[in-house]
């Protein structure tokens, strides 16, 4: 086995305060994560397409004050998949309602979510009457369909690539989408650092977890839903007070696509972050929090 690059952060984790939990969802158990004191102001935060809550612990140890809670989301990580239905936009939405009515039932919690996580939340806290959370905050937020934007030729392939293995034999079309060559290429579209060290980092922790998904029918249900679904289909219908940080190097959501998004929520402001790309919660995890503990302090009664 190769050896592991050493973490930037892994004394900051090391000092996290977590316990693990779990609750079943919508027939799905879903593996909880959750850091800091109970009484705390409570952030629920949804990670990315292929994700789990590793990804997210480098910005969680940065939030100090906080309670913070980790879900995987239903077919990665340690949580199941759905027990009925399709893996989409609506699913996970709902999924992420009843989350927040389990873990934080008064509606004083702020939901966040990056990447495909922040079109989740975004669908979550649309036109369902009193807002489920106190508050929104995007973390690289897909603005629109992966098809329409900057790299759809890359995306493209990508999408014939988890077609063919969506036609394959169950065996052969599993070991395709778990394929090192391919974490590894969609690695590569998304780093921008610089820094040998932390590109090693950033390419081992996708390695090491962009393969715990349930299983095809499961991963091929959310691709298709980070690939066509964006958050200003539902923007206009938040209407709980919203924060989008963006980087400005982020090939997969420009910063021209977050500057038209924040204007389409009735309470939104943006924060771009420089010399980052898709990938602030590994290179800008520091800056991402200092964001999101602002936005928290502003949104608290």
Do not use: K
Not at 20 to 28: H, I, K, N, P, T
Not at 149 to 167: F, K, M, N, S, Y
Not at 229 to 235: I, L, P, R, T
């Amino acid at each position: 086995m190769p050896r592991r690059s050493p973490s930037p952060f892994a004394s900051l984790v090391a000092g996290l305060q977590v316990r693990q939990d779990e609750v079943v969802l919508r027939g799905a158990r879903t593996r909880l994560r959750v850091y800091g004191h109970a009484d705390a102001p409570c952030v629920v935060l949804l990670h990315g397409y292929r994700g789990d809550h590793h990804g997210l612990e480098p910005i969680v140890a940065h939030l100090t004050g906080l309670r913070v809670v980790v879900p995987d989301l239903p077919g990665f990580g340690g949580s199941g998949p759905f027990a009925t239905g399709a893996h989409d936009v609506a699913a996970y939405a709902a999924w992420a309602r009843d989350l927040l009515t389990a873990v934080a039932p008064e509606g004083r919690a702020v939901l966040a979510g990056h990447s495909f996580g922040s079109i989740v939340a975004a669908a979550a806290l649309s036109g369902h009457g009193r807002p489920a959370a106190r508050g929104l905050v995007l973390v690289n937020p897909v603005a629109r369909s992966a098809l329409a934007g900057r790299d759809r030729v890359a995306v493209r392939g990508t999408v014939l690539l988890h077609h063919a293995a969506g036609r394959l034999p169950e065996r052969a079309g599993t070991w395709l989408l778990r394929h090192p060559a391919l974490t590894r290429a969609t690695s590569a579209l998304m780093v921008t650092t610089s820094d040998r060290a932390l590109r090693r980092w950033i390419h081992d922790e996708h390695d090491r977890h962009f393969s715990t998904f349930a299983d095809r029918r499961t991963l091929l249900g959310a691709f298709d839903a980070s690939v066509t679904g964006g958050v200003a289909a539902f923007a206009s219908r938040v209407t709980a007070p919203t924060l989008l940080v963006a980087g400005d190097r982020d090939r997969l959501a420009p910063p021209a696509d977050q500057r038209a998004l924040v204007r389409l929520f009735p309470d939104a402001r943006l924060v771009v972050l420089p010399g980052v790309g898709h990938l602030t919660h590994y290179e800008a995890p520091d800056a991402v929090a200092r964001a999101l503990a602002s936005f928290v302090a502003g949104v608290q009664p």
